[in-house]
């Protein structure tokens, strides 16, 4: 078989069943070998989305998707979502064609340094020598996506079609996550009795889902210490009957305020609490200045051992945590306000639905509301590289078939990688995707404020304005064969979010603020 | 003043009026100091706009323009057209934003390898030191763009809102450019005079404008060689009463059969000709194996004075050269081809109008048929990386008011960055987006063809097809506020040109082909 055969059989191996790509010449070898019953393709129109989609495939699926990008440029196209992607620990093996190497020395139009670019968001980066060597690498590549890393695979035209003998791909290990050494766990169990104010457990990654959740409210439950997740996550399991974890603001001033209280932090697979930026006059970290942080298992360990082991510890395993009580909300009708928008979420939201928020302004002050919602999953956007939302929903919706995906986007942040809409109709994806258009960036102007400027001049006022021309978020989504429809009531709204749930495949719905 | 106002004050002094801007919390500070009635700030909606535009604004004004990016994912966005703008010797000054020093340390959730990210596709790279260094590296910045390179400097939130004292920024003295050694016009006046079989002349960059297709020309009279460009050109002035330079083909067999009665080659401003990839079995150099090259001027170097001087020393400085006649095409009617929409381009083009082409199978095999037209510039895209045309469209029109620019994109590269509309709308920019709808990345067919693969399989085929569901393109336009028509003859292709030519601000036509 060629390289690319070789490739493509290891991939499939791996449990590397699913590919999203924008291919060009150079991967033509790939895309032949692409045609492969086990393997399938989905096609993006921007890269974007490809790298996006398979942050959104890993999180589900917590299995990684492949990549095919076509040189420096089309993985540059993709960067903005590996940020993301590896700031959320996804694993994704990005497959990028380069030139044939003897064709390198003449730099070509397209030639690049594309290790260069790959580099500073590839945790695992390569160049094949050749045919040959291809399904060791691709056997190392899905190896490190499926331990949560980009891995990025560079494959030289003449690598894909020269001769790669017979190749016998074994399936990849599962990767196995550390646990958190005992004496950690003794110190915080030790610490949680001793502390005589509140103390918070902040949870992340794996701890967020499954049993974390429940094992953080045994622990709440007996002890009385509060629990919490980042303003980010990269995904929550949360609705009714559920386990409901805090959220602990975005704005440095409110975070500050609601962090103050405790003495000690315990942080499960992450850090603790840091500014998303810095502000004049504020701190970069925002506990209170005398919290301790205790960190119970270090991102890329086992949290949910350890959580496990600790309860142990405080003889909280028999403890029945506050499960989340499912609260009914009535279809909200008047104007759209966050308070309205989120009844007609919680009201509307079917079960097992999953959540994309990249809706910055509009879903910050309410999501709270949709706590005892049915139960559902929670996707955000741990890098804060805007244009996660709609490829994240395509890749969440390829993972999860037979669960509808809401898809909550800021006008601002729809229109970095809207050809996702394309690509949703093209597979009859189960994605509603939500426009909130106030016909600005709402943020920049909060943060213009936060800076200490008041309120900008009018040409920089100008720059946080999207109102000229208006943007028609129905004729997009149309143009890309989604259909759409636009509300500015509560009761539309929500009467649209029910419509879309009983229809199969995409829409869009732009809400009028 | 602080380090922001100090930054615009220096690039407002250097001559950079123009910034392409896609702002975040990082930059609320420049933002601030771009609230200035001498800087002109043009709202992108994604990032590869931005560089797009300023790639195309530095074509046609031959001075920088900046670009304003969020962090190192924003500067992401924007390099895959980085390195189409650093492929034709465009220079940019991108000021990038990143986080407050100090908070550097907490690798908040934005928070990359920033310079890694910058270093492969910028010349000039540069975090400046802080507010009191502003202003020199800004300076630098600038010298680094004008002499056609692209300059990235990076600014922290600290150094923009610190105190830069009071700076006194003084313009920046104009990039000279090197000129080529008389012993090698010698060579090659030498060469000319004695060669036996065709020479053939290859023109690039500031040759392909103002005196040296006329030089050229006078050169090509008085001896019989040929003059031509690549494939791709930064930007050509031809028509009705300028010198024609024929365009070697893309396509590797038919690239060697037009190189192959050359036995000399002249290169000036450029190399010899080279194939865009390599396919099995054909070579990389596409001159025949006997063929020489001399090079007149090197990229970079005063190619235009090296032709006065290579006419002076052939005796060639007053001889005439071959003026394009003005060819009145006629209006055309009947079914789309090449030929039809070429002659619908040749009759309805403006006088000065601009041509950005990124029509890749459409516009390739008739090119040739507007030599006659009104007097015009074309621009192409010389790195290859796609959605090159929208976002360059966009800058050039900014660049030059009271000129049409007609964008010719294929319906797979219009996908890539067509936030431009939006921008086209709010600036009100002549600009005709035509966009050829095939509904299949056709140039990939051919490629898998070219790669000796025949007809593609089922799988693979998709990946090239992109029917399903369709794009409409005027919806498309009509969400960005850009008025669009479709047609599928040539007379109403025809019409709908001449009625976008006559009315101000953009419009967009879908030929279905």
Redesign the interface.
């Known amino acids: 078989m060629n390289g690319a055969e070789a490739l493509v059989s290891t991939l499939i191996a791996g449990g590397v069943d699913t590919c999203f790509?924008n291919?060009?010449?150079?991967e033509?070898?790939f895309?032949?070998a692409?045609?492969?019953?086990a393997?399938k393709?989905v096609?993006c129109?921007?890269e974007?989305v490809a790298t996006g989609a398979a942050d959104g495939y890993f999180r589900m699926k917590e299995s990684p998707a492949a990549t095919l990008l076509h040189l420096?440029?089309?993985l540059?196209?993709g960067?903005?979502n590996l940020?993301?992607a590896r700031?959320a620990r996804s694993g994704i093996v990005n497959v990028v064609g380069d030139?044939?190497t003897?064709?390198l020395q003449?730099?070509?139009?397209?030639t690049?340094?594309l290790e260069?670019?790959a580099?500073?968001?590839s945790h695992w980066l390569r160049t094949t020598d050749g045919a040959h060597t291809l399904a060791h690498d691709a056997a190392q590549a899905v190896a490190a996506a499926r331990d949560c890393q980009i891995a990025t695979l560079v494959l030289p035209?003449?690598a894909s079609?020269g001769d790669a003998g017979e190749v016998c791909a074994s399936p990849a290990a599962n990767p196995v996550r550390a646990a958190a050494p005992a004496d950690r766990i003794d110190h915080v169990a030790r610490m949680i009795r001793k502390a005589d104010g509140p103390v918070l457990l902040i949870l992340a990654d794996r701890t967020c889902r499954g049993r974390g959740p429940e094992l953080a409210g045994k622990v709440a439950a007996s002890t009385g210490c509060r629990i919490a997740t980042q303003f980010?996550t990269n995904r929550i399991e949360r609705g009714a009957g559920r386990v409901t974890l805090e959220r602990i603001p975005y704005f440095v001033e409110a975070a500050v305020e609601w962090l103050k209280p405790f003495r000690h932090i315990v942080t499960v697979e992450t850090g603790e609490p840091?500014?998303?930026?810095?502000y004049?006059g504020w701190p970069?970290?925002l506990k209170h200045p005398e919290a301790q942080v205790h960190s119970l298992a270090l991102p890329g360990e086992d949290g949910t051992a350890a959580l496990e082991m600790l309860a142990d510890a405080l003889g909280a395993s028999s403890t029945k945590p506050v499960w989340q009580e499912r609260i009914e909300t009535p279809a909200p009708s008047g104007p759209l306000d966050p308070v309205s928008i989120a009844h007609a979420l919680a009201a509307a939201m079917p079960e097992n639905c999953i959540l994309v928020d990249e809706s910055l302004t509009t879903g910050r002050s309410s999501m709270a509301l949709t706590a005892g919602a049915m139960p559902h999953d929670t996707l955000q956007n741990?890098?804060?590289?805007i244009?996660f939302g709609t490829p994240v929903a395509t890749g969440a919706a390829m993972a999860s078939p037979g669960r509808r995906v809401f898809c909550l986007e800021g006008d601002?942040s729809m229109?970095?990688t809207l050809?996702s809409l394309?690509t949703q109709?093209?597979e009859s994806l189960d994605v509603t995707t939500i426009v909130f258009a106030n016909r600005k960036?709402k943020?920049?102007e909060a943060?213009?404020a936060?800076?200490g400027?008041g309120t900008?001049?009018?040409?920089?006022a100008?720059?946080?304005e999207?109102d000229?021309?208006?943007?028609?978020?129905?004729?997009?989504a149309?143009?890309?064969?989604v259909p759409g429809t636009r509300v500015d009531t509560a009761e539309d709204f929500y009467a649209a979010l029910v419509r879309s749930c009983g229809e199969p495949g995409p829409s869009l719905i732009e809400v009028t603020l």
């Not at 291919?23 to 150079?26: E, F, K, Q």
């Not at 149309?478 to 064969?481: P, Y």
């Open positions: 790509a291919p060009g010449t150079s033509m070898h895309l032949s692409l045609d492969n019953p393997m393709s096609l129109l921007f974007g420096g440029p089309g540059a196209n960067l903005a940020h993301n700031r030139h044939v003897t064709h003449y730099d070509a139009p397209l690049s340094d260069g670019i580099r500073p968001l035209g003449d079609w980010f840091i500014a998303f930026f810095a004049p970069s970290l741990m890098g804060g590289s244009g601002g229109m970095y050809q394309w109709a093209r960036y943020i920049l943060e213009y936060n800076m400027f900008p001049g009018p040409r920089a100008e720059m946080m999207i000229r021309p208006t943007l028609g978020f129905v004729a997009l149309k143009g890309m064969g």
